[in-house]
């Protein structure tokens, strides 16, 4: 299998999306969708919240479509700078939908999570180049290397920790915008979180904070849980801390065995880190201290 082809469909060429937080005052949309129209974007998709509309924190997702003929992006983005981000006191971002994330995934043993995501990617549903699966075993070559995939073990001796994490750090390289532990059975270090600052994301087995360590289903289980989860989040140098960008969960009852609850739970995982590392690749979240606010 080769790497899909990314559509040249004008709609994606010409699509833009800024996300914006400032202090909330009126006004804010209508400066924004006014300067917008005053370079010859049309606005397709606008979402807001605030958290509260007297002194609270005003948070904005705009997707919209540039003309067609050529704008320089760095006159658009000066200009937006000067005449509103300034006047608002705004942190904002602008985005290129045609200008891909590159995203690297980390796996160990665990297939469900990774094999998910390169389903989707090569179905077109996630818009992004991975250009290299790593894991600290080589059991996923053949499977990865089937979707056209580079493969890179990276051993992980409990002794020897950080000359791993620098091995995969120099494999990651400076062109890595997004990296995915899909299962990836090791605790990067903070320096290695550092690197990536809201751009790591993990999937955790459960609703965090419960049953963290070792066997959690067996923990499950024991305590007799009606509910199991899993926990999508962007990861901080506090261990499962960072901030929660999906979860889900299932109904399940004492008839069901600890494999079965294994099953139930490696089939949500799959489907809060894919919706959640979509979201990322669609920039639908702004992170708020510990929170997030997701567009989805």
């Known amino acids: 299998m080769t790497h899909p082809v990314v559509s040249p469909d004008p709609e994606i060429v010409h699509l833009a999306r800024l996300l914006v937080r400032c202090p909330d005052q009126p ?3 209508a400066t924004i969708s006014n300067f917008l129209f005053n370079h010859g974007a ?38 937006f700078q000067r005449a509103v ?15 891909l994330h590159r995203t690297a995934i980390l796996v160990s043993r665990y297939d469900h999570a990774l094999m998910e995501l390169l389903w989707r990617w090569s179905r ?9 699966v790593i894991s600290n075993h080589p059991d996923l070559r053949e499977a990865v290397e089937a979707f056209g995939i580079p493969y890179h073990h990276v051993p992980v001796d409990p002794t020897k920790k950080p000359e791993a994490e620098e091995a995969i750090l120099e ?7 997004t990296v995915v532990l899909a299962r990836y059975m090791q605790i990067l270090s903070p320096e290695f979180v550092a690197r990536f600052p809201n751009r790591i994301i993990n999937i955790h087995h459960s609703f965090l904070p419960a049953f963290v360590g070792a066997r959690p289903y067996r923990q499950a289980a024991s305590r007799g849980v009606k509910l199991i989860g899993a926990t999508a989040h962007y990861v901080t140098s506090e261990l499962d801390a ?16 600890i494999r079965d609850l294994k099953e139930l739970g490696a089939s949500i995982e799959r489907q809060v880190l894919a919706r959640a590392v979509r979201w990322h ?16």
Request: proline letters at 5%; charged letters at 25%.
């Open 242 to 257: 960072g901030p929660i960008i999906e979860q889900d969960v299932l109904r399940v009852s004492h008839r069901q065995s």
């Open 42 to 79: 049309n606005i397709t998709a606008l979402d807001q919240h605030s958290t509260d509309p007297q002194g609270g924190t005003f948070f904005l997702r705009l997707e919209f479509q540039l003309p067609h003929e050529e704008l320089p992006r760095t006159v658009l983005q000066r200009s």
């Open 171 to 177: 494999l990651l390289g400076d062109d890595i915008d």
């Open 281 to 296: 690749l669609e920039d639908r979240i702004l992170v708020d201290g510990n929170k997030t606010v997701v567009f989805a």
């Open 85 to 99: 981000a300034d006047r608002y006191e705004m942190q904002w971002h602008l985005s290129y939908a045609a200008d």
């Open 124 to 132: 077109g549903e996630l818009v992004t180049e991975i250009p290299m």
């Open 27 to 29: 006004g804010i949309v």
